[in-house]
């Protein structure tokens, strides 16, 4: 990495207390935020879709996507509503973060179970980046290989040399100051999303009326005995989660909205549009998928090749899924950049390693502050993240891995627990028992599909 060190002479004070005062231009708006949560959301997770509608079957794959849609818009609200305290709308205290409200409403111990959780949920969100990526240029590779050779010609291609390349661009993309000065980034991605959701979409559509029939059933794919049907179906359940909530990503998203109005209701009304949008592709692309290759539908429906011709537009598709996972890789990585940035100063706050900021100069790039503890970590980030991409590379498995482990504790209890602070809602009301279920419902599911997804992995790791 080229750097011109213009200025030697710290450029903030060396106090963690003006770190965490910094003036934030808060400028966003309904449609950032928006872009911001599709962004988050339609990733890696609606590629697998089709495969989970398939296990589940016609019935229970739809009802499932729609389910987890309401399930994430009810934990959107409560989430909104923890922005400011003590009061949603006017509240002076800001929680900038989703830690940072658990520690508010339900103290420090909860908030040390929780920043485990969040940065084992935003780590692991961008560990499935990594190689989902891989998987897209590679499957560029293969198309254009069975487009010039056959469909069953050997095309194989490895993942490990692609994985390195993207971590490299994460590398640099990765010194973005912070979530507030990434809204093109947003933007960008966001229509990535649309684009290879349309193209996934219309696919299906295609592949359908060329089949001439709907294929599919009631059940999903038979198996060869009970048991392995109820893996695949836990399993597909922690794919749906992992597909949806962004709860982490809300306060983060909210600190970037303009007031008035008040940022709950700018990103309550950001959150209804963004899921609905989402919701409608998942079920378009799930449905489509499923109907369109049945027992046979890929784990990934765009490298999975169901899908042939024409190559090209199956080359664009999986290029926009990869410009988009080099955006949404940011989205998830900034909330952890951002609480080192925080915690290190405060407990280092003499050390120049930590807050001796310079002015950077790259080609073509606005200039930007660098610290060294800002190169090594975010380094040692990508560096991690890419490794563990390349070490478990297994899709389905890990996206339900992921999607089980922090539904329930980041998208249900934790919102939930708040809002009984929040609200002072007391034990054994109406509202205390109908929430409480829902949170043990939620649970049940989580775990189920956290089972299904581990024993997926154990499999493909043995028959490796």
């Not at 390693?353 to 190169?375: A, D, E, H």
């Amino acid at each position: 990495m080229s750097e011109e060190i213009v200025e030697s002479t710290p450029l903030i004070s060396h106090h963690a207390s003006d770190l965490e005062h910094k003036k934030f231009d808060r400028t966003g708006t309904t449609w950032s935020g928006v872009a911001h949560i599709i962004t988050g959301v339609i990733g890696a997770g609606v590629l697998s879709l089709a495969w989970s509608t398939a296990q589940l079957g016609w019935i229970a794959g739809p009802v499932c996507i729609i389910l987890f849609a309401i399930t994430t818009i009810i934990s959107a609200y409560l989430i909104c509503d923890c922005y400011r305290y003590p009061d949603p709308d006017t509240g002076l205290q800001r929680n900038r973060s989703y830690v940072d409200a658990v520690k508010c409403y339900l103290g420090e111990t909860n908030k040390k179970v929780c920043t485990i959780l969040v940065n084992e949920s935003l780590c692991g969100t961008t560990i499935a980046y990594v190689f989902t990526t891989a998987s897209s240029v590679r499957a560029i590779l293969k198309s254009n290989c069975y487009h010039k050779y056959g469909h069953k010609a050997p095309c194989h291609y490895g993942e490990t040399l692609f994985m390195v390349l993207f971590g490299v661009v994460q590398f640099f993309m990765s010194f973005i100051p912070d979530l507030h000065t990434m809204a093109w980034v947003s933007v960008v991605a966001a229509i990535m999303s649309f684009s290879y959701s349309f193209i996934g979409l219309g696919l299906g559509i295609a592949k359908v009326i060329e089949n001439g029939t709907i294929k599919g059933s009631i059940t999903g794919v038979p198996t060869s005995n009970a048991v392995e049907k109820l893996w695949l179906v836990f399993q597909a359940l922690g794919d749906i989660a992992f597909a949806y909530p962004y709860s982490v990503l809300i306060l983060e998203i909210q600190d970037t909205l303009k007031s008035p109005p008040p940022e709950n209701q700018t990103m309550k009304k950001a959150s209804m549009i963004s899921v609905s949008v989402t919701t409608f592709f998942y079920l378009c692309c799930g449905c489509f998928g499923y109907a369109a290759f049945g027992n046979d539908t890929p784990g990934n429906l765009l490298t999975g090749f169901g899908f042939y011709e024409p190559y090209w537009l199956i080359d664009f598709a999986n290029a926009c899924i990869v410009v988009h996972l080099v955006g949404g890789y940011q989205i998830y990585s900034q909330p952890i950049f951002a609480a080192a940035d925080r915690w290190f100063p405060r407990r280092f706050p003499d050390s120049n390693f930590v807050n001796k900021f310079y002015r950077v100069k790259l080609p073509l790039l606005p200039m930007f502050q660098l610290s060294l503890f800002r190169l090594c970590f975010r380094t040692l980030y990508v560096i991690s993240t890419t490794g563990i991409a390349i070490l478990f590379p297994y899709f389905n498995e890990v996206l339900g891995v992921l999607g089980a482990l922090n539904f329930w504790p980041l998208t249900i209890y934790f919102p939930v627990e708040m809002y009984f602070v929040q609200k002072k809602i007391g034990a054994w009301t109406t509202k205390w028992i109908v929430l409480r279920s829902f949170s043990f419902i939620c649970f049940i599911i989580s775990v189920l599909g956290f089972v299904g997804s581990v024993e997926g992995i154990i499999k493909e790791k043995l028959s490796s």
